[in-house]
C-alpha cells in the first residue's frame, strides 16, 4: 500500500458516496488523473493499479510522459491545458482526448494535423461559465454555433463540454455554474441531435457538487497525487 494508492482509493469512495447520494450509478463517472508535475513513475504507479485516464496541462510535458508510457497500451491520454496554434501537432499526434477547445481555429488544425492512423480525437468545448475575463472558454452564448462547427470537422469527435469554474465562488454559485454547463449542453443535444455524452467539470475540491449536476468526468490531481510545488 503505497500514499498514492490510498488517495486514490479514498477519491474513488468520494465518487461512489457522491453519485449513490444523488442516484446515479458511480461507473457513469470517469475518475481522470490529473498528473501534472509530477513524474512519469507516479503515472505507471497509478496505471498499475488499474488507473487509465490521465490528464496533463502542458504540451511538453504531455509529449515527454506519453513517450516514457509508450509501453502502456490502453493508457488514455486527456489534454486539458491552454493550448496555441503553435503545438497543436503534438497533441494532435499524441493525446486522445482534448478538453480545452474554446476556438474553431484550433480545432481545426487538430482535426488536419491527427494521423490517418489514429482514430479521432475525442473533444470537449471548454465554456467560460464564470464569466471572468481572465479565463479561457468560448462565451456561453457563443457555445452552440462553435459546437456546431466543430462536430462537422473529420478527425475530431465532440463529445460534450468542459469547465473550469471560478474557484472563489461560494457553492451555490459553483453549483449554477455547472448547471449551466449541463443546461448548455442539453440544448444542443435537443436542438441539434448532437451525440453529446461528456460533461468534464469538478476537481478536487468541487467533485461532489459536480457530481450532482452531472458530471461524467472528474478531473482529480491534488487529491490523488498531493500539493503541487511546481508550476500549474
Ligand atoms: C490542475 C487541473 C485540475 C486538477 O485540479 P486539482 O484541484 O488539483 O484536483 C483539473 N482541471 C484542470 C483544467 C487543471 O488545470
Given amino acids: 500500500m503505497t500514499t498514492i494508492f490510498t488517495a486514490w482509493q479514498g477519491v474513488q469512495s468520494r465518487i461512489g458516496i457522491a453519485a449513490t447520494a444523488c442516484a ?30 490521465f490528464g496533463e496541462n502542458y504540451v511538453q510535458e504531455l509529449q515527454e510522459k506519453a513517450a516514457a ?26 493525446a486522445d482526448w482534448v478538453h480545452s477547445v474554446d476556438r474553431l481555429k484550433i480545432a481545426e488544425r487538430l482535426s488536419q494535423q491527427r494521423p490517418e492512423h489514429l ?19 468560448v462565451r456561453p452564448a457563443e457555445a452552440p454555433a462553435l459546437a ?12 460534450g463540454m468542459m469547465c473550469i469554474p471560478d474557484p472563489d465562488a461560494g457553492q ?35 467533485l461532489e457538487l459536480a457530481i450532482r449536476e452531472g458530471s ?6 491534488t487529491a490523488i497525487f498531493g500539493a503541487r510545488t511546481a508550476k500549474g
Fill in 24 to 53: 446515479r450509478q458511480p461507473d457513469a463517472i470517469t475518475l481522470l488523473a490529473v498528473s501534472k508535475t509530477f513524474p512519469a513513475s507516479a503515472v505507471r504507479e497509478l496505471y498499475e493499479f488499474g488507473q487509465r485516464h
Fill in 69 to 94: 508510457l509508450s509501453d502502456c497500451p490502453d493508457l488514455v491520454w486527456h489534454f486539458i491545458g491552454p493550448l496555441q496554434s503553435n503545438k497543436t501537432r503534438i497533441v494532435a499526434e499524441t
Fill in 119 to 137: 482514430a479521432p480525437l475525442q473533444v470537449c468545448l471548454q465554456v467560460n461559465v464564470s464569466g471572468e475575463q481572465s479565463k479561457s472558454g
Fill in 148 to 159: 456546431r462547427a466543430i462536430s462537422r470537422l473529420p478527425n475530431l469527435q465532440l463529445r
Fill in 172 to 206: 451555490e454559485a459553483l453549483s449554477q455554474q455547472f448547471a449551466l454547463l449541463r443546461q448548455l449542453q442539453e440544448q444542443l443535444r435537443a436542438t441539434d441531435a448532437l451525440p453529446l455524452d461528456t460533461l468534464s467539470m469538478g476537481m478536487s475540491g468541487d
Fill in 216 to 221: 461524467t468526468m472528474v478531473r482529480i490531481g
